[in-house]
């Protein structure tokens, strides 16, 4: 959940997918 909340690493772009697909999954 960290990780997905806040990545320095991916760009802003991935973060929102990520929280996206999240409740998907």
Do not use: A, G, N
């Not at 960290?2 to 760009?11: A, G, K, L, T």
């Not at 772009?13 to 929280?19: A, G, M, P, T």
């Amino acid at each position: 959940m960290s990780m997905v909340i806040s990545p320095p690493s991916p760009p802003p772009q991935k973060i929102e997918r990520s929280v996206f697909l999240f409740p998907f999954l």
